[in-house]
């Protein structure tokens, strides 16, 4: 699971700069990958909030970043989006939105309101159903840098399409 999810960063975040950041903190080892293999909700409760914890107790030196693989029960993409607004939910009742923030990927990513087979999706498709922890202060620091974030997404589309179906799906083999 962690092989594959280090060929897709490889792959696709990285290899088409789809996220500018990734590239040093993967570089240096920075990124910490959890596997989950809970079911229940006190399971999948108890392994958010150890990789929180896991997370802010650590020096951002060791782990920048922190990607929260589920094995199992999050296939369907509605249930995967069920837990991510729980955690977002827990992330806010601890008061920890200012501290960390979630991003989300999984491999039949949808954006509401874009057409099923339209390649955007493919910018958040991943192996497996995977959230994204990241610490608020760092992405402060490197969008501080950017005149224009929301260019970064329209070139993560550009980008894609320019590469076209045959080769996104052939990187992305998960998410046809």
């Known amino acids: 699971m962690v092989e594959n999810t280090r060929r897709w960063l490889d792959q696709m975040v990285v290899g088409l700069n789809l996220c ?3 590239s040093s903190v993967i570089a240096r080892n920075q990124v910490f990958y959890a596997v989950c293999d809970a079911t229940t909700d006190a399971e999948l409760q108890q392994f958010y909030l150890t990789e929180l914890q896991r997370l802010l107790e650590t020096n951002e030196n060791d782990v920048a970043t922190s990607l929260l693989m589920f094995t199992q029960g999050l296939e369907e993409f509605g249930d995967f989006l069920d837990v991510l607004d729980w955690f ?8 920890l939105t200012e501290h960390v923030q979630l991003a989300s ?5 949808q ?13 958040n498709r991943s192996p497996y159903p995977t959230i994204h922890l ?43």
């Open 20 to 22: 500018p950041f990734s």
């Open 105 to 109: 990927f999984h491999p039949q990513y």
């Open 88 to 95: 977002q939910q827990l992330l806010e009742q601890a008061e």
């Open 111 to 123: 954006f509401e309101g874009v057409a099923a087979d339209d390649l955007s999706h493919f910018t």
């Open 134 to 176: 990241l610490r608020q202060d760092q992405m402060t620091k490197v969008l501080a840098h950017v005149s224009d974030p929301e260019k970064i997404y329209l070139d993560n589309i550009k980008a894609l399409n320019k590469l076209g179906r045959r080769e996104v799906e052939a990187l992305c083999p998960w998410g046809k």
